[in-house]
């Protein structure tokens, strides 16, 4: 089992940034890819960003150019750079994982922009 935990949401005004951490634990070695996904009110959960294997990163088209996506050890990063308010959502930290249960999500964070 893998356990995610995110922090480091908060509110913040349009043009800001913010960096989100999500720490691993438990059963890391069984880590093949982590990513980022979000939920905006009365949307569905989407990808963010993902970093798999050798590094190789893929980024959502609204991502592109002001998301980065970076991992230390078991600590995987979201640095988010011109925010607007459609960036608005609960941001969630997923694993994919070589062993059963097959995947994990944290519980979530919430980033608030203002305009």
């Known amino acids: 089992q893998v356990r995610l935990v995110e922090s480091g949401g908060g509110l913040v005004q349009a043009g800001g940034s913010v960096r989100l951490s999500c720490a691993a634990s438990?059963?890391?070695?069984?880590?093949?890819?982590m990513a980022w996904y979000r939920q905006a009110p009365g949307k569905q959960r989407e990808l963010v960003a993902r970093l798999g294997s050798a590094s190789k990163t893929t980024y959502a088209d609204s991502a592109k150019g002001r998301f980065t996506i970076s991992r230390a050890g078991n600590t995987v990063y979201l640095h988010m750079n011109s925010l607007q308010p459609e960036d608005t959502a609960v941001y969630y930290c997923?694993?994919?994982?070589?062993?059963?249960?097959?995947?994990?999500w944290g519980q979530g964070t919430q980033v608030t922009v203002s305009s």
């Open positions: 438990g059963s890391t070695f069984s880590i093949n890819a």
């Open positions: 997923y694993a994919d994982l070589d062993d059963e249960p097959w995947y994990s």
